[in-house]
């Protein structure tokens, strides 16, 4: 677990929530040193069978992905609304966590949706055959969660998104109806993996960057 703070005596507010297969908490080394400059505390971890878990991929599913994170959420300062950041499979986490952490703002990053039946099934062959199912992620708890989200949420994909569907994203949009505000950014030549993306191409980071301070401060 890593916690970036502005300040010694200051308790994170933020909870950032990395993305399947290769990703892990490093990904989001440059927004979370933004976030702590301006006085914004993170905390972030590696789910297990991620970068310095203790924990197998085979062994690990959505619900208890879920599970870890609620741990760690307890790290948050708790006399303030949280703030969720969530890219991929971390997305559909961010939201279904809404419900219990009740955030001030969700900030999806290519976020992704799951069907219901899919939370608990341990990754793996079986979990892959749930996923290509035709319109598997239709019935996902994350378009229920997010249609009694009350904050601000902000949606930020990859206009060349090879892997999350665009009726996805327009499920998303179609069910926050109670939400305070709804923000889509699609940026231009980003693909799915849009942390990589965004540290390696001049002036997207900057961009990326620029996106999540504005809404903060809204």
Not at 40 to 47: E, S
Not at 130 to 141: F, T
Request: glycine share 8%; aromatic share 6%.
């Amino acid at each position: 677990m890593t916690v970036d703070l502005p300040a010694e005596d200051t308790l994170p507010r933020v909870l950032s929530l990395h993305g399947a297969g290769p990703s892990n908490r490093a990904r989001m080394d440059y927004l979370a040193a933004h976030l702590a400059r301006l006085g914004w505390g993170t905390v972030r971890f590696d789910f297990s069978g991620h970068g310095d878990s203790s924990g197998t991929m085979s062994r690990s599913s959505i619900d208890k992905r879920m599970q870890e994170a609620l741990a760690v959420a307890t790290e948050l300062d708790r006399t303030k609304a949280p703030v969720l950041i969530g890219t991929s499979m971390g997305g559909h986490l961010a939201v279904r966590l809404s419900e219990d952490l009740r955030p001030s703002h969700l900030i999806l990053f290519c976020p992704a949706a799951y069907g219901a039946a899919t939370e608990t099934i341990t990754f793996g062959p079986a979990f892959t055959d749930a996923l290509r199912r035709p319109g598997s992620y239709h019935n996902s708890l994350a378009y229920s969660a997010i249609s009694h989200y009350a904050g601000r949420l902000t949606i930020i994909i990859g206009a060349e998104d090879e892997i999350i569907p665009g009726e996805v994203i327009d499920r998303y949009l179609a069910a926050a109806k109670r939400a305070r505000s709804v923000r889509l950014e699609r940026l231009a030549g980003a693909p799915h993996q849009i942390h990589g993306w965004a540290v390696k191409t001049p002036g997207a980071e900057r961009l990326v960057l620029s996106i999540v301070e504005d809404e903060l401060q809204r």
